[in-house]
């Protein structure tokens, strides 16, 4: 089963950008669609981005024209780059095949917008 690591998140004040990067343990992900998801505290995990192996995506609606996720299939890597941050964009921020497994999620990565 494919692994993936999380990283790049970080606080950030509001308007700020951050560019977050997953790393797969395997070459198999660019078979699949990815996607990066987020969960805040007292929230359910949500998905943001979804790219597919034809490199269409779509972005949940607090997100679009702010976010942009692409994929790095030569780098086994899936990016997301945030940028004008809000307060609400705080959580942690979860990469993962799209539709995730339902035994599987990696430790994900903090984003925090606060000034």
């Known amino acids: 089963q494919v692994r993936f690591v999380e990283s790049g998140g970080g606080l950030v004040q509001p308007g700020g950008s951050l560019r977050l990067s997953c790393a797969a343990s395997s070459s198999i992900f660019r078979f699949y669609a990815m996607g990066w998801y987020r969960q805040a505290p007292g929230k359910q995990r949500e998905l943001v981005a979804v790219?597919?192996?034809?490199?269409?995506?779509n972005y949940a609606d607090s997100v679009k024209g702010r976010f942009t996720i692409a994929r790095d299939n030569a780098e086994n890597t899936v990016y997301l780059q945030m940028n004008s941050l809000k307060p609400e964009d705080t959580a942690v921020y979860y990469c993962?095949?799209?539709?995730?497994?339902?035994?599987?999620w990696g430790q994900g990565t903090q984003v925090t917008v606060s000034s």
């Open positions: 993962n095949l799209n539709p995730p497994p339902s035994n599987y």
């Open positions: 790219i597919s192996t034809g490199d269409m995506t």
